[in-house]
């Protein structure tokens, strides 16, 4: 096995671990935070303040009109939105329903340079429902009495704001809402205060509904719904999700410690301080342009008929930043796709390249530089690895002339010609798995950069030459029409990883013949991956290629390290040391399956 049948493997799982991205540019004006009173329940990206719609799709017809009695002067107000902020984040409470209609994250902008805006009013709706008598009631149609607005919070400053719905005799609904200076946290409480008389005795849950649809923020739609899903986390499990690549939905009856609607770089995060009880997930794809995906969720809270029945959870709507997430230690940072599914891959992301990434930021503003510096050190940690890779190859490439010799005596009889090269690759002291080896040990970073160029947050938007966003590919030329297999642009970076992967090809093959298979193989394999990495992000294609022209100068240096004529001598003295005949396990068994195979061959000669 030789350095590019080992390449051509590792593309060709690369590709089975990637999937095409696509992205967007439309985005919703976040700054329109005026409540749209009057919509039709035929767009899919708003909600009629009439129609609550589960989280299966189902719609629940309930209107202030027909509430009853008791519950008819609380469904008649105006809605009005009050602003809790701090440094990070700027959170709007509608006065309908006492639910969040509004969030903004502070500094970070959408593919047009406004604000990323999260939920505004008629994106998303989150109230909660139970009986009364034989009638479902809704608090998304009840108008709640705030306290007093609170100033912009700063540093480890609180600030609170309660939606208060006082009910006759002392009996009351109360959803606080708590902001600390510096988090994308807000706790938030839900109080039941004397209750029972109007809750009847049967019931033994209240049902939270919270829907969204998210919104745009990026490049291009396609890739950003290829992200887009709900994370959740049961009891004393990891967490897991729903299909990112179709419509899903999932039901569960076991205890759920949080929600999260997740997009491409941002997420809305449900967190229960204790559990939920059960729950109903769903993702559905709209024909919306401007909307991403529809996430809904269900989910019971169990009501115990006390005189005061709390429940505590909390928000987070924020940016997928692994330090950031990690800090809540609630495992959301899992939400990150850094290969959770293999420990290798993960490992060297959570231990390796994240911490070298925040360290060289941490001094560096230029992502690109940092890019090109991650490169140079991974490749001189890798360097051992590489080198024995690279002396293992020159000693098979030695030896081939004694190899083509003895298999022209020994003929086609393959089983024979295994024994006898594992025969001169023992006297020469060369291992036919010495090149391979070292390469394997270096896929888990290969697969960990794979995964971690396109979901890391800190490239987003962010500049190098030509790319104007790291996070996303780097156009030069728009086609006007899509191209089948490679797109309707040209990605600059991608375009010179392809070239610069074929070069070595050509270089890598001049200095190691190849069997036939292999040689195509190794020009084919880049070509595949043009199209594959022309929607992909620019960093991971600038870091390939950076990659390359590293591997062309080590190739370089160790040439010049490798002398053939000492090689030769060295290979030509150990011929001459007696052979111990101890052979290892992994000899031994690599023997036995050959005589194996010899045998086998022997016996279906003679059937014939």
Request: with cysteine.
């Amino acid at each position: 096995m030789d350095k590019n049948s080992i390449t051509g493997a590792i593309l060709i799982v690369l590709i089975m671990l990637g999937g095409t991205y696509y992205f967007s540019t439309q985005n919703p004006d976040p700054k329109d935070t005026k409540a749209k009173q009057e919509v039709t329940s035929t767009s899919p990206n708003q909600i009629s303040k009439t129609t609550l719609i589960d989280s299966v799709g189902n719609k629940v017809q309930k209107t202030a009109d027909t509430l009853p009695a008791y519950w008819a002067p609380y469904g008649k107000g105006e809605e009005k939105f009050i602003t809790l902020e701090n440094e990070k984040i700027i959170v709007k409470v509608s006065t309908k329903g006492g639910r969040i209609a509004y969030t903004e994250i502070k500094g970070y902008k959408n593919t047009n340079g406004k604000p990323v805006v999260l939920t505004q009013p008629g994106s998303s709706n989150f109230d909660y429902h139970f009986l009364y008598g034989d009638a479902e009631i809704s608090t998304g149609d009840l108008f709640f009495t705030p306290s007093e607005t609170p100033a912009v919070v700063k540093g480890n400053n609180k600030a609170s704001l309660s939606m208060t719905l006082s009910l006759p005799d002392g009996k009351s609904m109360v959803q606080t809402y708590t902001l600390k200076g510096n988090d994308y946290m807000v706790d938030y409480s839900l109080a039941l205060n004397n209750m029972n008389d109007v809750l009847p005795r049967r019931i033994n849950y209240i049902d939270l509904y919270w829907k969204a649809n998210l919104l745009n923020h990026e490049k291009d739609l396609k890739i950003t719904r290829s992200h887009a899903t709900i994370h959740y986390k049961n009891q004393d499990e990891t967490p897991d999700e729903l299909s990112e690549s179709k419509n899903d939905e999932e039901k569960f009856k076991t205890k759920t410690q949080w929600v999260s609607f997740k997009e491409q770089f941002f997420c809305q995060t449900l967190i229960a301080k204790g559990f939920f009880d059960k729950g109903e997930l769903s993702t559905v794809e709209t024909e919306d342009s401007s909307i991403v995906k529809t996430l809904s969720a269900r989910l019971s809270l169990q009501y115990n008929h006390n005189p005061i029945e709390k429940y505590n959870m909390q928000f987070y709507f924020g940016p997928l930043h692994y330090k950031t997430l990690s800090s809540y230690n609630l495992d959301l940072e899992r939400q990150i796709p850094l290969g959770w599914g293999f420990f290798l891959i993960q490992w060297v992301n959570r231990f390796v390249i994240i911490n070298i990434f925040n360290f060289l930021s941490s001094f560096i503003t230029n992502y690109g530089l940092i890019i090109f510096l991650m490169t140079v050190i991974i490749k001189l940690a890798l360097m051992p690895l590489t080198y024995k890779s690279y002396l293992s190859t020159a000693k098979m490439r030695i030896l081939k002339p004694e190899l083509d010799e003895m298999k022209s005596k020994v003929g086609s009889d393959v089983a024979k010609q295994q024994q006898e090269q594992m025969k001169i690759y023992k006297k020469a002291g060369v291992s036919p798995f010495g090149g391979c080896l070292p390469l394997l040990l270096q896929f888990p970073f290969l697969v960990a950069m794979f995964r971690f160029f396109p979901s890391s947050i800190e490239l987003r938007q962010q500049p190098f030459l030509w790319a104007t966003d790291l996070s996303t590919y780097d156009s030069i030329y728009n086609f006007g029409f899509a191209v089948p297999w490679y797109g309707d642009h040209v990605s600059l970076f991608t375009l010179l990883m392809t070239i610069s992967t074929i070069a070595y090809a050509y270089f890598n093959s001049s200095l190691t013949p190849q069997q036939s298979e292999f040689k195509w193989m190794s020009y084919l394999m880049p070509i595949m991956f043009l199209g594959l990495f022309n929607n992909y992000s620019a960093g991971l294609s600038l870091y390939y290629f950076l990659f390359n022209i590293l591997t062309f100068a080590q190739q370089y240096i160790f040439k010049i390290m490798i002398d053939d004529k000492k090689l030769i001598a060295q290979i030509e003295e150990h011929k001459k040391k007696p052979t111990s005949g101890k052979k290892s396990k992994f000899s031994q068994r690599l023997e036995d399956m050959m005589k194996q195979q010899q045998q086998l061959q022997q016996q279906r000669g003679k059937k014939k």
